[in-house]
């Protein structure tokens, strides 16, 4: 069953009690999205507010988007009819399906919260600009004149078309699928009309954290094949560019034989095989977008020049990409905020200068040798050539790199990466001294943020876990539930197709009454590696310009790190310790 759209009978007969094809409106109510697609297109008759609706508001009022950087638009027009309250839970939960936000149900939003019964939504075919007044927050006082035609028609002023319900099936399902290899429940009671969701979510609390891993790895690996299967014709052709070229081996080349060398990403060939092996890791991740240097490493034989059967393959990938715009631990180590224009600007030009690493990965068969060769790709971020190549790209010195563990705080492998010889080559290389002395660093933060462990009076510490923060973990849903998302949200007939694969999701989620919550909300170890106390000051004030950021030679962190690892091996064979 469709949901039941009001048709603008009220309106029809005004306008001919008027004999007019013209509506005035004076008043303008500020919603921020999705909520005002949802009141243009049907699915919201109640807005959620702190205080009730003065008679002379209870009438056609125009709708606008707040939240909108830099345009002001109105989108259409609504009826407000009456209001309800104050309201407790249990009314916000019982009437879930008019009001549509599942957070609403958790806690009361306001001290006195009230529901304002809407009817009649009339979407306009264009948004039309209006003059925002500072001070307008929840209203907006004008005159405003529309004609019956600049409004969307089906039928009789039905407004935009609601979301397919084919297309919420299949949303929903291939949604249910991704929860399910994590071990949620996940039923909708009405999946061709507006269902609601219910759903079981196991308690992690209560799991040992070996069992957790079990259940999360398993997700992973379910989730990838998912995600393979979605690339199948893509990964097929791409493997036949591989293949042609010989890039993968079967057989790994013993340490001392190995000849790394690294080459960023350049050429749509390279971006191809970078994806195809990027597609192997165990944790999926999206495909970077905005600053990204991506490098491959290979296997170059050390063989004459005249063999011609002397074949180079990869050993493995690095993916980084700009880092979040939001990320509450790191922000407050570094004591950003978004509370001004001054500390904005200082957190987007320091931002500039840090990237994420998304992507780590040694390519199959090193991947189950027992050398340690996350710890050579990880140090590989600070390469020369990876270094100076960003600043060449994107005019910033790259000054640190960030990782984040996806589950837990010791998650991830940059726990243990020192590297005290690595350290002694730094000073040498650079114009000034290397120092990250992390007691100096926490007295210079003060923050609570900062991981006070015993770690940070170890100094041959590369990469340090600096803070902790929280966020939902987003990753367990595959690329295909992404995808219909998108398709899903774009056939309600929103104004503004959704281009973004997490906003649509969110979207998706709130069209089909689903609180976002239902993805768990992960501890987070942040890790930033590379960062001298100089660089901190550099960061939290954002004046990055002008500044040289350190790196290392390639060769240099390879033989250094095979040197050690070697030494490492032959102590293990000895009965040492590793």
Known sequence: MEPDFFVGDKYTQMLSE????????????????????????????WEIRGSSVSCGKRTTIAIAKSGERG???????????????????????????LHRDPSD?????????????????????????YEYKNGWVIWGIGYWTFKKSDFVESGSF???????????????????????????????????????????????????????????????VALQEKNRKCYETEILRVRKIIEAKNLITETPVPINELNLVLRPVKSKDDKDVHWYFRLLQNIPSS????????????HVPLCDVENKNCKEHVFGIIGLGSTSYTSGGRDTLFGWNDKDDVSSKKKQSALRSILQINCILVAPAYDREEYRFTKLLAMAVFSSEIVNQFKDKYKSPMLAAISTAGFGLNAYMFQRITFGALKGKIKKLACHTYNRNQQEAHDFWALPAFERGGRRRNNNYVYYKE??????????????????????????????????????????????????????IAPRGIYIGMLCNQYIRILSTGE?????????????????????????MKNRMKGGQQ
């Open 467 to 520: 803070a902790v923060t929280s966020n939902l973990c987003m990753n367990i849903v595959s690329d295909l539930s992404k995808e219909l998302s998108k398709k899903y949200c774009d056939s309600s007939g929103s104004i503004k197709k959704m281009s973004g694969a997490n906003k649509a999701l969110a979207r998706a989620l709130h069209f089909s009454g689903i609180n976002e919550s239902i993805f768990s």
């Open 18 to 45: 008027n004999n007019t094809d013209t509506v005035t409106v004076r008043n303008l109510l500020l919603v921020r999205e999705p909520w005002a697609s949802l009141i243009l297109s049907g699915f919201k008759k």
């Open 287 to 298: 495909k970077s977008i905005g600053r990204v240097m991506d490098a491959i490493i290979y």
């Open 71 to 97: 345009v002001h638009r109105i989108y259409g027009l609504i009826d407000i009819v009456d209001v309800k309250g104050p309201l407790s839970i249990s009314d916000l939960k019982e009437n879930l399906a």
């Open 544 to 568: 990055t310009a002008g500044i040289d950021a350190l790196s290392i030679p390639w060769n240099d962190i390879f033989h250094i790190w095979r040197k050690m690892e070697i030494k490492r």
């Open 158 to 220: 039905v407004t935009m078309p609601s979301p397919d319900p084919i297309l919420r099936q299949k949303f929903m399902q291939s949604l249910s699928d991704d929860l399910s290899y994590f071990g949620y429940t996940l039923q909708d009671s009405n999946i061709c009309g507006r269902g609601l969701t219910t759903l079981k979510i196991p308690d992690f609390k209560k799991m040992s954290w070996s069992y957790l891993k079990e259940i999360l790895h398993s997700g992973y």
């Open 105 to 129: 149900t958790q806690k009361l939003p306001y001290a006195k919260t009230y529901a304002w019964v809407l009817a009649n939504p009339r979407a306009l075919r264009q948004p039309i600009d």
